[in-house]
């Protein structure tokens, strides 16, 4: 009986509360049609996937991405179009990018790993299919231990640096520290060894990883050009580097040896430090965006 008429007090209050706030009364008549439409909307989002142009396919997949955990109908027709080879190369990209909101799905989550460890994947899907497990390597120790394994074996660039990319989000985790600091000195290419300095930043709570960073400035660590600019930008999140700051104050060339005589002069210790005092405003974290 309580609990009858705690549902009556709520559907009898409800609308004379809400019409009090000056909004629309909150009834069974009012909310069932907006269900009903974003259900009905969804449903012409799912049958749009199958429409001849490929354009709209790929439209309907970018609005699909807030609904497309709703059902898992809708989770499985994404899937399969991500791996039908008839479909356009653009719409199978792009439902990589609409399955990153679901990653956390087991079923998701293995077929973008498979993908992204088989052979015959093209290097920029692989990279993309690790890309979307971004926001579940740090949840997730199978999906961590498969990007550092895809690290340390991968060998295409454009692959490895999905895998890099992805980790960004787990550097707080030792274990993917230690393999991303190795792959600001080691990676073969400078645009790799900067992806994995920028991984870094959510890693820079870490003594060993602020120590690597303070060592990347002041030239003890040999890195590319790309990554010690990325290392004195993450350092504008780390408090504690005015060291490494003023050495670079004293040699402005060490962040860029191109800087002519006149660009050198002007970069005052004043001007490095400022770093320091902006670090509240400096965002170098992966971008969740791809």
Known sequence: MAMLFILVSLFVLMPQASRAAGFPALTPVTVRPAVNAAVDNRSALLVLLDHPNPQVQLNALRSLRYSVGQTEFARLKVLSVMEDPRRARDVRYQAIKTLAWVAGYPDVQSRLMFYADHPQ??????????????????????????????????????????????????????????????????????????????????????????????????????????????????????????????????????????????????????????????????????????
Do not use: C
């Not at 890099?164 to 600001?184: C, F, K, N, Q």
């Not at 060894?193 to 303070?214: C, K, N, Y």
């Not at 993450?234 to 005015?242: D, E, H």
């Open 121 to 290: 994947t093209a290097p920029d899907f692989k990279a993309l299919h690790m890309k979307a497990l971004y926001t579940r390597a740090a949840g997730d120790p199978r999906v961590r231990l498969f990007l550092m394994n895809r690290m340390a074996t991968e060998r295409d660039p454009v692959a490895l640096s999905g895998a890099i990319w992805a980790l960004g989000e787990a550097s707080h985790y030792p274990d993917t520290a230690a393999v991303l600091m190795r792959a600001a000195r080691f990676a073969p290419t400078p645009a790799l060894q900067d992806a994995a300095m920028r991984s870094l930043s959510q890693g820079t709570g870490r003594p060993e990883v602020r120590a690597f960073i303070d060592a990347v400035i002041l030239g003890r660590v040999p890195v590319s050009l790309e990554a010690r600019q990325s290392a004195v930008r993450l350092s504008g999140t780390i408090p504690g580097t005015q060291r490494a700051l003023a050495v670079l104050a004293a040699n402005p060339r060490a962040i860029d040896p191109r800087l002519s005589d006149a660009e050198a002069a002007r970069l005052s210790a004043a001007r490095v430090l400022r770093l320091r005092s902006a670090r509240r405003r400096i965002a170098v974290q992966a971008p969740r965006r791809f």
